[in-house]
Protein backbone atom coordinates (compact mmCIF):
# COMPACT_ATOMS: atom_id res chain seq x y z
CA UNK A 1 0.00 0.00 0.00
CA UNK A 2 2.73 2.45 0.67
CA UNK A 3 4.21 1.30 -2.46
CA UNK A 4 1.22 2.65 -4.23
CA UNK A 5 0.88 5.66 -2.54
CA UNK A 6 4.48 6.74 -3.30
CA UNK A 7 3.78 6.11 -6.87
CA UNK A 8 0.46 8.34 -6.61
CA UNK A 9 2.18 11.23 -5.53
CA UNK A 10 5.04 11.09 -8.00
CA UNK A 11 2.60 10.81 -10.48
CA UNK A 12 0.73 13.88 -8.96
CA UNK A 13 3.90 15.67 -8.73
CA UNK A 14 4.56 15.10 -12.97
CA UNK A 15 1.40 16.01 -13.48
CA UNK A 16 1.80 19.68 -11.46
CA UNK A 17 5.33 20.61 -13.57
CA UNK A 18 3.17 19.71 -16.69
CA UNK A 19 0.86 22.26 -15.90
CA UNK A 20 3.70 25.05 -14.87
CA UNK A 21 5.53 24.29 -17.72
CA UNK A 22 4.05 22.96 -20.67
CA UNK A 23 6.18 21.37 -23.64
CA UNK A 24 5.07 22.34 -26.96
CA UNK A 25 5.58 19.70 -29.48
CA UNK A 26 6.38 20.66 -33.13
CA UNK A 27 5.50 18.73 -35.95
CA UNK A 28 8.47 18.23 -38.35
CA UNK A 29 7.61 16.85 -41.27
CA UNK A 30 9.75 13.65 -42.35
CA UNK A 31 11.83 14.03 -45.56
CA UNK A 32 12.59 10.88 -47.75
CA UNK A 33 16.38 10.73 -49.28
CA UNK A 34 15.01 11.66 -52.58
CA UNK A 35 13.44 14.91 -51.06
CA UNK A 36 17.14 15.35 -49.37
CA UNK A 37 19.18 15.27 -52.55
CA UNK A 38 16.88 17.70 -54.01
CA UNK A 39 17.44 19.57 -51.55
CA UNK A 40 20.73 20.02 -51.40
CA UNK A 41 21.27 20.21 -55.40
CA UNK A 42 18.97 22.97 -56.09
CA UNK A 43 21.29 24.65 -52.96
CA UNK A 44 24.56 23.82 -54.11
CA UNK A 45 23.05 24.95 -57.83
CA UNK A 46 22.12 28.29 -56.44
CA UNK A 47 25.38 29.02 -54.95
CA UNK A 48 27.07 27.96 -58.47
CA UNK A 49 24.68 30.93 -60.27
CA UNK A 50 25.68 33.57 -57.48
CA UNK A 51 28.93 32.96 -58.34
CA UNK A 52 29.35 32.97 -62.14
CA UNK A 53 26.18 36.02 -63.26
CA UNK A 54 28.42 39.57 -62.92
CA UNK A 55 26.59 42.08 -61.04
CA UNK A 56 27.78 46.01 -61.85
CA UNK A 57 29.45 48.01 -64.27
CA UNK A 58 32.33 46.67 -63.54
CA UNK A 59 31.39 43.46 -65.35
CA UNK A 60 29.45 45.07 -68.17
CA UNK A 61 29.98 43.59 -71.49
CA UNK A 62 32.30 44.76 -74.04
CA UNK A 63 31.19 46.61 -77.26
CA UNK A 64 32.16 44.51 -80.27
CA UNK A 65 35.28 45.32 -81.89
CA UNK A 66 34.34 43.69 -85.09
CA UNK A 67 35.29 41.15 -87.02
CA UNK A 68 38.95 42.72 -88.11
CA UNK A 69 39.75 43.88 -84.87
CA UNK A 70 43.67 43.43 -83.64
CA UNK A 71 44.68 40.45 -81.93
CA UNK A 72 45.95 40.66 -78.38
CA UNK A 73 49.27 38.97 -79.63
CA UNK A 74 50.43 37.64 -82.53
CA UNK A 75 49.44 34.59 -83.21
CA UNK A 76 51.58 31.40 -83.63
CA UNK A 77 51.15 28.91 -86.34
CA UNK A 78 48.80 26.06 -84.40
CA UNK A 79 49.61 22.43 -85.92
CA UNK A 80 47.58 19.57 -85.11
CA UNK A 81 48.45 15.87 -86.65
CA UNK A 82 47.13 12.76 -86.37
CA UNK A 83 48.05 9.10 -88.24
CA UNK A 84 47.53 5.63 -87.98
CA UNK A 85 48.19 2.98 -90.52
CA UNK A 86 46.05 3.94 -93.25
CA UNK A 87 45.84 7.87 -93.40
CA UNK A 88 47.39 10.77 -92.24
CA UNK A 89 46.18 14.68 -91.28
CA UNK A 90 47.70 17.74 -90.91
CA UNK A 91 46.06 21.06 -90.29
CA UNK A 92 47.67 24.14 -89.48
CA UNK A 93 45.49 27.20 -88.64
CA UNK A 94 46.67 30.56 -88.70
CA UNK A 95 44.70 33.75 -87.08
CA UNK A 96 47.14 36.80 -88.05
CA UNK A 97 46.10 38.90 -91.38
CA UNK A 98 48.57 39.57 -93.78
CA UNK A 99 48.04 41.59 -97.46
CA UNK A 100 49.86 39.96 -100.62
CA UNK A 101 50.84 42.52 -103.01
CA UNK A 102 53.17 40.44 -105.21
CA UNK A 103 51.57 40.04 -108.72
CA UNK A 104 54.72 38.77 -110.47
CA UNK A 105 56.13 35.37 -108.67
CA UNK A 106 53.88 33.29 -105.75
CA UNK A 107 54.71 33.87 -102.14
CA UNK A 108 54.49 31.43 -99.69
CA UNK A 109 51.33 31.95 -97.09
CA UNK A 110 52.42 32.69 -93.40
CA UNK A 111 51.67 28.70 -91.97
CA UNK A 112 51.86 27.62 -95.24
CA UNK A 113 54.21 25.29 -95.09
CA UNK A 114 53.05 21.32 -94.55
CA UNK A 115 53.99 18.03 -95.05
CA UNK A 116 53.15 14.20 -94.77
CA UNK A 117 55.11 11.22 -94.90
CA UNK A 118 54.64 7.70 -96.92
CA UNK A 119 55.01 4.39 -94.78
CA UNK A 120 57.59 2.17 -96.52
CA UNK A 121 56.62 0.38 -99.65
CA UNK A 122 53.28 1.98 -99.77
CA UNK A 123 51.88 5.06 -102.16
CA UNK A 124 49.77 7.90 -101.13
CA UNK A 125 47.04 10.02 -102.57
CA UNK A 126 46.83 13.69 -101.12
CA UNK A 127 43.68 15.87 -100.95
CA UNK A 128 44.77 19.59 -99.55
CA UNK A 129 41.60 22.00 -98.02
CA UNK A 130 42.57 25.64 -97.61
CA UNK A 131 39.60 28.02 -96.13
CA UNK A 132 40.30 31.36 -95.80
CA UNK A 133 38.35 35.11 -94.80
CA UNK A 134 39.71 37.46 -98.19
CA UNK A 135 39.70 40.35 -99.26
CA UNK A 136 40.86 41.29 -102.83
CA UNK A 137 40.44 45.16 -103.89
CA UNK A 138 42.31 47.89 -105.96
CA UNK A 139 43.29 47.92 -109.52
CA UNK A 140 40.20 48.49 -111.43
CA UNK A 141 37.32 46.12 -111.75
CA UNK A 142 36.86 42.68 -113.31
CA UNK A 143 40.29 41.28 -111.52
CA UNK A 144 41.20 38.62 -109.14
CA UNK A 145 43.11 37.50 -106.74
CA UNK A 146 45.49 33.90 -107.05
CA UNK A 147 45.85 30.59 -104.92
CA UNK A 148 47.73 27.33 -105.45
CA UNK A 149 49.06 24.48 -103.58
CA UNK A 150 51.78 22.78 -104.22
CA UNK A 151 52.56 19.01 -103.27
CA UNK A 152 56.52 17.46 -103.29
CA UNK A 153 57.10 20.87 -105.57
CA UNK A 154 54.37 20.39 -108.04
CA UNK A 155 50.71 22.15 -108.94
CA UNK A 156 48.33 19.97 -107.13
CA UNK A 157 45.00 19.15 -109.42
CA UNK A 158 43.17 21.02 -110.71
CA UNK A 159 46.11 23.45 -112.38
CA UNK A 160 44.56 26.44 -113.01
CA UNK A 161 46.71 28.33 -115.67
CA UNK A 162 46.82 31.15 -117.79
CA UNK A 163 44.52 32.57 -119.63
CA UNK A 164 42.28 30.17 -117.16
CA UNK A 165 43.90 31.11 -113.72
CA UNK A 166 42.10 29.75 -110.86
CA UNK A 167 40.45 33.18 -109.02
CA UNK A 168 40.47 32.52 -104.98
CA UNK A 169 38.63 36.35 -104.93
CA UNK A 170 37.61 39.05 -106.68
CA UNK A 171 37.94 42.41 -106.79
CA UNK A 172 34.91 43.40 -107.69
CA UNK A 173 33.88 43.83 -104.23
CA UNK A 174 36.18 46.54 -103.13
CA UNK A 175 37.83 46.87 -100.34
CA UNK A 176 36.39 45.36 -96.74
CA UNK A 177 34.41 43.45 -98.67
CA UNK A 178 35.23 40.43 -96.56
CA UNK A 179 34.27 37.08 -97.48
CA UNK A 180 34.94 33.30 -96.65
CA UNK A 181 36.64 31.45 -99.18
CA UNK A 182 37.94 28.08 -99.39
CA UNK A 183 39.15 25.24 -102.51
CA UNK A 184 40.81 21.89 -102.56
CA UNK A 185 43.21 20.21 -104.15
CA UNK A 186 44.45 16.70 -104.73
CA UNK A 187 47.82 15.10 -106.17
CA UNK A 188 48.70 11.09 -106.13
CA UNK A 189 52.35 10.02 -105.16
CA UNK A 190 52.63 7.27 -107.59
CA UNK A 191 55.63 5.73 -106.33
CA UNK A 192 56.01 3.53 -103.23
CA UNK A 193 58.65 4.72 -100.96
CA UNK A 194 61.94 3.25 -100.70
CA UNK A 195 63.09 4.69 -97.52
CA UNK A 196 62.88 2.34 -94.72
CA UNK A 197 62.61 5.15 -92.47
CA UNK A 198 59.76 6.73 -94.75
CA UNK A 199 59.26 9.03 -97.16
CA UNK A 200 58.41 13.21 -96.80
CA UNK A 201 56.82 15.19 -99.22
CA UNK A 202 56.50 19.29 -98.77
CA UNK A 203 53.01 20.48 -99.21
CA UNK A 204 52.50 24.50 -99.69
CA UNK A 205 50.12 27.02 -99.80
CA UNK A 206 50.81 30.33 -102.13
CA UNK A 207 49.29 33.69 -103.00
CA UNK A 208 49.71 36.09 -105.99
CA UNK A 209 47.13 38.85 -107.31
CA UNK A 210 46.75 38.66 -111.13
CA UNK A 211 47.34 42.12 -111.79
CA UNK A 212 49.54 45.39 -109.89
CA UNK A 213 48.11 47.48 -108.15
CA UNK A 214 45.90 44.11 -106.26
CA UNK A 215 46.04 43.80 -102.59
CA UNK A 216 44.82 40.67 -100.70
CA UNK A 217 44.41 40.14 -97.65
CA UNK A 218 43.69 37.24 -95.33
CA UNK A 219 42.61 36.44 -92.38
CA UNK A 220 41.88 33.16 -89.96
CA UNK A 221 43.39 30.78 -92.47
CA UNK A 222 43.07 26.81 -92.34
CA UNK A 223 45.32 24.71 -93.99
CA UNK A 224 44.38 21.26 -94.12
CA UNK A 225 46.62 17.87 -95.97
CA UNK A 226 44.87 14.80 -96.11
CA UNK A 227 46.70 11.39 -97.35
CA UNK A 228 45.61 8.33 -97.74
CA UNK A 229 47.77 5.19 -97.87
CA UNK A 230 47.24 2.92 -100.66
Given at each position: ?18 VLNPRHEV ?204
Amino acid sequence: MLATLGASREASRRHQAEVLNPRHEVNVPCLDKGDRLLRRTLFVAAGLLATLIPVGPAFAMRADPGPQAAPAAASACDVFRVKNPFRQVTVRNYSSSRIYTNSSLWALASCGQSSFTVPYGRRAYAVVRVGAESDCYGSGTNQWCQARVLVNHVEANPVGSEPDSFAFDSNNGGQFDWQAHSFARARPVLFGCSARSGCTYPVSLQYKVHASGLSLWIDEQTLEVDVTYV
